[in-house]
């Protein structure tokens, strides 16, 4: 059972250069996140998406673009790549639940992405 | 708004000792409280969480964590630490105002020494 896989593991950009950080997961979630982990920041939650071909803005979304063509893949991308995007990029994916409580299932995360930008 | 804090960027302990990581929050509705731990280089797993009900939560791998309503704390806690329980531990919350928001602190790296 393989989780939440992304891909690639690392990565090195030049400044304006773009890519793609992919994310797929099997367990049949409804809801997949991007964060980004800077030292002494925590996580920091990008975009996020509650069902196949829905995504929403988290609180840094500038600069990033996501979708969600398939449930099970959820993409990152960086369309012109700053310095200020380096970091490990982390996709999660949680289960949907029915009433009040649906944003408590525990998030499953990846192994994460590590971007630097030079 | 919601946010949350955790004041030590490492705690230290011995092995056998009793371990605390703090975690205190801020929220404008009612929280929702996690405890999440990094390995390095791996993402971070889930520990526990409290949602209602009583306040001694437990979790994975021994751990617990005690929700303080009046001190906005929800300080992760191990009655005997290993040395395997060395990595980072996060605390997150979210509010019933933030939708699927959820906020984390900045890390506390806890190091266990034999």
């Known amino acids: 059972n393989a989780g939440v896989t992304q891909t690639p593991k690392f990565r090195v950009l030049k400044t304006g250069q773009s890519m793609t950080l992919l994310c797929a997961q099997d367990?049949?979630?409804?809801?997949m996140y991007w964060y980004r982990q800077d030292p002494g920041m925590g996580l920091r939650l990008i975009h996020y998406?509650?069902?196949?071909?829905?995504?929403a803005k988290g609180e840094v979304p500038d600069g990033y673009n996501v979708s969600r063509l398939k449930k099970q893949n959820f993409l990152l991308g960086l369309e012109s790549a700053a310095p200020s995007q380096t970091s490990v990029y982390f996709c999660?994916?949680?289960?949907?639940?029915?009433?009040?409580?649906?944003?408590?299932?525990?998030?499953?995360f990846g192994n994460g992405t590590r971007l630097t930008v030079t | 708004a919601q946010s949350v804090a955790q004041p030590e960027d490492q705690v230290n302990v011995a092995e056998g000792n009793p371990l605390t990581v703090k975690c205190t929050y801020s929220?404008?509705?009612?929280?929702?409280l996690f405890w999440y731990v990094q390995y390095p280089n791996r993402g971070l797993q889930f520990l526990l969480k409290?949602?209602?009900?009583?306040?001694l939560v437990k979790g994975s791998y021994g751990f617990e964590a005690e929700f303080n309503k009046s001190q906005t704390s929800f300080h992760l806690k191990k009655p005997s630490a290993l040395v395997s329980d060395s990595a980072l531990y996060f605390c997150?919350?979210?509010?019933?105002?933030?939708?699927?928001?959820?906020?984390f602190g900045g890390g506390t790296r806890l190091m266990v020494k034999p």
């Open positions: 997150a919350v979210r509010d019933d105002n933030a939708g699927n928001m959820l906020t």
């Open positions: 999660a994916s949680s289960q949907a639940a029915t009433g009040t409580r649906s944003y408590n299932s525990p998030l499953h």
């Open positions: 998406s509650v069902g196949e071909g829905t995504t």
């Open positions: 929220v404008s509705g009612n929280p929702y």
């Open positions: 367990m049949n979630h409804e809801y």
């Open positions: 409290y949602i209602t009900g009583d306040n």
